[in-house]
């Protein structure tokens, strides 16, 4: 693998990583509702789930998934699925006012919002089939192992940077005040958002 195909799979990737979609969602929601400390770990949930993918596409999962369509689906329904019910319990507790810094409900626990930031990144196989595609026009076959592990590397970090600035610009004292006021109808907006994304993701 030559530096410019790697920079290249680089440079995809941080453009996929930083286009909106239920792992930017997500990381607005989370800075703005439980902080920027939370953010970071929900951050590097997202993360890992990016790497899992990568490493499935470079084993040949998105090649399985053309060969098995029937998976492809039953893999986008679950996730689609997940988005739905996240979406719907934003829309359901939208009323629900905003606890004051230090009162009211905590943020959530360290793994806790990791494993948010795993399962919201595992409920769209679509990265898979992006990475597939990637990986086949920058990494050539017999590339070596430090070349493959500085690519996942690089993947985990564009993730993990990409929403962290997103939960450091929403957990800021200004986007919070205006959420606080408008929280109802963010929140429904938000639900709303990410089951259509859930359906999009099922359907197509």
């Known amino acids: 693998m030559t530096l410019a195909a790697f920079l290249a ?7 996929a990583a930083a286009s ?20 970071v770990w929900l951050a590097l949930g997202l993360g890992l789930g990016a790497v899992v993918w990568a490493v499935a596409a470079l084993f040949g999962l998105a090649v399985l998934f053309k060969v098995a369509p029937a998976l492809l689906l ?19 507790h939208a009323a629900v006012p905003l606890a004051a810094p230090g009162a009211g409900r905590v943020a959530r626990g360290r793994i806790g919002a990791a494993w948010l930031g795993l399962a919201t990144q595992l409920s769209n196989p679509k990265p898979a089939v992006f990475f597939g595609a990637v990986f086949v026009g920058t990494v050539p076959p017999g590339t ?14 564009n993730e993990v940077a990409c929403n962290i600035l ?28 990410l089951v259509a994304l859930g359906i999009k993701i099922a359907a197509t």
């Open 144 to 157: 070596t192992w430090p070349w493959l592990v500085a690519l996942l590397i690089a993947v985990w970090v």
């Open 166 to 193: 997103v939960a450091r610009l929403f957990s800021f004292d200004r986007p919070r005040s205006i959420y606080a006021r408008m929280k109802a109808g963010i929140d429904r907006a938000f639900g709303g958002i």
């Open 20 to 39: 909106p979609g239920p792992a930017v969602l997500m990381a607005a929601r989370t800075g703005v509702t439980e902080g920027f400390r939370t953010g």
């Open 9 to 15: 799979a680089w440079a995809l990737h941080l453009v």
């Open 74 to 92: 039953g893999f986008k329904i679950a996730g689609g699925l997940f988005l739905c019910w996240i979406g719907f319990q934003m829309w359901r």
